[in-house]
C-alpha cells in the first residue's frame, strides 16, 4: 500500500460536511403556549460538535454527536427570536439558521363608555376598545347606527362585545 495515497484518502474524509440543517416544527410562526421543537443535525469526519444558540446565547450543546434536538414545551412572547445551529470539527464549522416569531391572539379586551352607559340625547359618548396581543390587535371598530331620539324621553341602550363579531348593532 503506498503511504502517501492512504494519507490523501485519510484527509479527504476529515471534512465537515455541507448539509448542516436546522428543522423547527411546527414552523417558524407558532402561537403562544405552543410546543416547538427544533432539530439541527450534521455529519462529518470527525463527528462534528453542534450547539444550538437564541439571540447567540447558547441552548444546548453536544459533542461528537450527527443530531441535537430541543423543545420548548410551552413557546411564550419572549422566545420569538433568531436561533442558530452552529456544527464544527477541526476542519472548519458551519451555521443554519431560523427566526421564529409567537405571537399571542387578543386577550383582556375591554369596552368602556365615558361619561356612563346612560347619556342623555345630544350628550357627546366615547366608546373606547383596548385590547391585547402580539402582534398588536387590529381594530376593525364597531359599526353604531346613530338614531334620533324624541326630545323628552330616556332611552337605553346597551353597548357590548361580541367575541369574534366584526359588527355590533346594538337596538334600542
Same mark, same amino acid.
Given at each position: /500500500? ?6 490523501? #484518502? ?11 440543517? &436546522?428543522?423547527?416544527?411546527?414552523? *417558524?410562526?407558532?402561537v403562544e ?8 443535525? /450534521? ?8 450547539? &444550538?444558540?437564541?439571540?447567540? +446565547?447558547?441552548?444546548? $450543546? ?8 430541543? @423543545?420548548?414545551p410551552s413557546? /411564550?412572547?419572549?422566545? @420569538?427570536?433568531?436561533? +442558530? #445551529? ?9 451555521? *443554519?439558521? $431560523? ?14 363608555? #365615558?361619561?356612563? *352607559? +346612560?347619556?342623555?340625547?345630544?350628550? %357627546?359618548?366615547? &366608546?373606547? #376598545? $383596548? ?18 331620539l324624541p326630545?323628552?324621553? $330616556?332611552?337605553? %341602550? ?13 337596538? &334600542?
Amino acid at each position: /500500500s503506498d503511504p502517501l495515497n492512504q494519507s490523501r #484518502c485519510e484527509h479527504e474524509s476529515e471534512t465537515l460536511n455541507s448539509a448542516t440543517s &436546522l428543522s423547527v416544527d411546527p414552523g *417558524e410562526e407558532v402561537v403562544e403556549g405552543q410546543q416547538v421543537n427544533f432539530t439541527c443535525s /450534521s455529519e462529518g469526519a470527525p463527528p462534528p460538535s453542534l450547539v &444550538l444558540r437564541r439571540r447567540g +446565547e447558547e441552548l444546548l $450543546r453536544t459533542d461528537s454527536a450527527p443530531l441535537l434536538s430541543f @423543545s420548548l414545551p410551552s413557546a /411564550s412572547l419572549k422566545d @420569538s427570536a433568531h436561533y +442558530e #445551529c452552529e456544527a464544527s470539527n477541526q476542519y472548519g464549522s458551519q451555521q *443554519e439558521s $431560523r427566526s421564529i416569531t409567537v405571537s399571542d391572539p387578543p386577550r383582556s379586551t375591554v369596552l368602556s363608555v #365615558c361619561p356612563g *352607559e +346612560e347619556v342623555l340625547e345630544g350628550q %357627546q359618548v366615547t &366608546l373606547t #376598545c $383596548r385590547s391585547d396581543g402580539a402582534p398588536p390587535p387590529q381594530r376593525d371598530g364597531a359599526v353604531l347606527h346613530q338614531r334620533h331620539l324624541p326630545v323628552g324621553q $330616556r332611552h337605553f %341602550q346597551r353597548l357590548g362585545l361580541v367575541p369574534g363579531q366584526r359588527q355590533q348593532r346594538p337596538g &334600542l
